[in-house]
């Protein structure tokens, strides 16, 4: 089973918004009206339910899981996602109109219960609430009593009406750090009582791939099991790992003296929306490096390795590698390929090709080609220059100038 918190203490990041809640729950003055909202995984749910118990718990540690409130909430709550008198789960869903809403409000009172005591009603997935929903959950939230708190749960704020989150005080949820997910993964690995080989670069790798998503990394944990000693071969398996070591090739290849290795580099990935994917934060992260910023998605393990691989390499040649790459939805060798080589145009320049060759060889091919043994001057009819430079077949510094300004012209 996931692995949930249930204290405040034990929920890793966003210090400072649990801080304020905290303060304001021992103060009584926490608004009535939340919404938690960021992307899926990041801990709104977990934060909803804890702030839950801490408003309902009578205690004077919220949650103190002493009092006989917090004593049934516990599993009911936190692991068996039921409710109880005092906390309402309702997960919404699409089909929440008109009266599914209504039967819902009826618990938007408080008359059944001592004024001392608060209830909580969580509406997690709220953005599925429908446009009539949520105008009569306006309507109820406009006066609400001084012990009712509700707490909609969202990863799409922008799928609630503008009037629904004026109403409330937006609570967003942000990825955690590596640092604060590391801490996360190590108390797991200890609670699973795992032992992770290679730790750092084994953490290091979840991270990444998690997106410093807390749920999605410790679903690779809970995947693992329990009482095992793990290898970083064993986890990447699972996960499917790019180490962003082996880009270094190619981003150190972007000056023209490594065309050759970039191109090898290039042949030796394996493409599919992981690598991609990486390669792109790849790329974010060296422009970061050259620009002296100090947090990476890189491993720090490989970090000293790519500042000095890529030292020498202009960072404009890197943020143009990078715009070409992040314009394609899927990236193909081919497409990858092309991306590079428009990072060397001098390279092609430079080649020395004579136009009168070009057209002796063209020529020569038409004529081996022919069914005839002989070609007459009906039947084949040389280019003009102009013709043969859109078709490709006349280098551009083997023009006389005023046809290479046509060319220029007519682009």
Not at 180 to 205: C, G, H, M, P, V
Not at 228 to 252: A, H, K, Q, Y
Not at 306 to 325: Q, T, Y
Request: hydrophobic share 40%.
């Amino acid at each position: 089973m996931l692995y949930r918190p249930d204290n405040f203490n034990d929920f890793i990041g966003h210090k400072s918004i649990t801080r304020f809640c905290l303060n304001h729950i021992f103060k009584n003055t926490l608004p009535n009206f939340l919404i938690i909202h960021g992307s899926s995984g990041v801990g709104k749910t977990t934060l909803a339910r804890l702030l839950a118990l801490a408003l309902t718990c009578t205690g004077n540690i919220k949650p103190c899981y002493e009092c006989e409130h917090c004593v049934s909430a516990k599993n009911s709550v936190l692991a068996n996602n039921n409710g109880t008198s005092r906390i309402l789960l309702f997960k919404v869903s699409a089909d929440y109109k008109g009266e599914s809403t209504k039967e819902m409000l009826q618990h938007f009172n408080t008359n059944f219960i001592p004024p001392t005591l608060n209830k909580v009603i969580l509406l997690d997935e709220a953005h599925q609430m429908s446009p009539q929903a949520q105008d009569l959950l306006l309507i109820d939230t406009e006066f609400l009593p001084t012990n009712l708190y509700v707490i909609m749960i969202t990863t799409e704020i922008l799928g609630l009406r503008e009037t629904v989150i004026s109403r409330a005080i937006e609570i967003k949820l942000d990825t955690l750090s590596n640092n604060e997910l590391l801490l996360l993964l190590k108390k797991e690995a200890n609670r699973r009582n795992l032992i992770i080989e290679q730790e750092e670069y084994t953490f290091s790798a979840i991270i990444s791939w998690a997106e410093n998503k807390p749920r999605r990394a410790l679903k690779v944990l809970e995947a693992m099991g329990e009482n095992r000693t793990l290898s970083f071969s064993r986890i990447n398996e699972f996960i499917d790992f790019v180490d962003p070591s082996m880009f270094i090739p190619l981003v150190t290849s972007l000056s023209s003296e490594g065309f050759i290795l970039g191109i090898q580099s290039i042949n030796d990935l394996k493409f599919d929306n992981l690598t991609c994917k990486y390669l792109i934060d790849f790329l974010i992260d060296c422009i970061k490096i050259k620009n002296g910023a100090k947090k990476f998605n890189i491993p720090n393990k490989i970090l000293i390795q790519i500042k000095e691989s890529i030292k020498n390499i202009d960072i404009k040649l890197i943020a143009r590698f990078l715009s070409g790459v992040s314009k394609h939805k899927v990236l193909s060798r081919n497409l990858l390929i092309s991306e590079y080589l428009r990072i060397h145009p001098s390279l092609f320049s430079s080649i020395e090709i004579s136009a009168s060759s070009l057209l002796d060889e063209e020529t020569r091919i038409k004529t081996l080609s022919s069914n005839t043994d002989t070609v007459s001057a009906l039947e084949f009819k040389p280019k003009s220059d102009l013709e043969n430079i859109q078709r490709g077949a006349i280098i551009m510094q083997d023009l006389p100038p005023t046809l290479e300004n046509l060319l220029k012209w007519q682009k």
